[in-house]
């Protein structure tokens, strides 16, 4: 089975309103990775957390390992926001292999 | 400040043509590389991985092949493509801790049609 599933697949808010974004993963854990994809298929680093919350700007992840849950937090989106949010997961058997999840594609209504 | 240079930007090619994409890191030594390919709609999916000039491991399997020339360079290249192997492919890098992954950062990657 999958073993990263992400939600929701899409995301449409008005500008100004927050968003929750989640992974939930079945294998162990090393950390889990947060990342933007721009519209021409780039990716931005957003988040490295192996537990715990981080913060940065207007974003906050928070992975929780008994939960098997990762978060990805947008507070006050704004239209430069819109694109997919790719959550990967890094396993905790020591492999090279992030197991990537089917993204959320988020967009804003102005 | 590390640099991560990706070439072409885009290709389109004909089924059973080669192809060679190219993936240069400036401004890290030794560093970890990786080829993902993503198929329009699909996700992300690690091909290769490679933590030393010369040395490369597959994780799929998709006919295509990687090698690692120099410490800063990756390829990814087939002798014949498929109509299957259309897609965005993006080459990435992260910091070598005792084999262990760290964030990664990608290129801008380039966007194959295969026809």
């Known amino acids: 089975g999958q073993q990263v599933q992400q939600s929701p697949a899409s995301l449409v808010l008005q500008e100004g309103e927050n968003a929750e974004l989640q992974c939930n993963f079945s294998?162990?854990?090393?950390?889990m990775q947060w990342f933007y994809q721009r519209p021409g298929g780039s990716l931005v680093s957003l988040f490295y957390?192996?537990?715990g919350t981080k913060h940065s700007g207007r974003l906050t992840s928070t992975t929780v390992i008994k939960e098997r849950r990762s978060s990805l937090h947008i507070s006050s989106s704004q239209t430069t926001d819109s694109g997919t949010y790719l959550c990967?997961?890094?396993?905790?058997?020591?492999?090279?292999?992030?197991?990537f999840g089917k993204g959320t594609k988020f967009s804003l209504i102005p | 400040a590390q640099t991560i240079h990706q070439w072409p930007v885009a290709e389109i090619k004909a089924v059973g043509s080669p192809l060679s994409l190219g993936c240069t890191i400036k401004?890290?030594?030794?560093?970890?590389l990786y080829w993902y390919w993503q198929a329009t709609g699909g996700t992300l999916q690690q091909l290769f991985y490679?933590?030393?000039?010369?040395?490369v491991e597959s994780v799929v399997q998709l006919n295509l092949s990687a090698s690692r020339p120099k410490d800063d360079q990756f390829i990814l290249s087939t002798e014949k493509l498929l109509l299957s192997h259309s897609g965005f492919y993006l080459c990435?890098?992260?910091?070598?801790?005792?084999?262990?992954?760290?964030?990664?950062?990608f290129g801008a990657g380039t966007r194959l049609s295969v026809l």
């Open positions: 294998t162990s854990l090393n950390s």
């Open positions: 490679s933590i030393t000039v010369g040395q």
């Open positions: 990967a997961l890094e396993p905790g058997t020591g492999s090279n292999r992030l197991t």
């Open positions: 990435a890098w992260s910091l070598r801790l005792g084999g262990q992954q760290n964030t990664l950062y």
């Open positions: 957390n192996p537990s």
């Open positions: 401004g890290k030594s030794s560093p970890n």
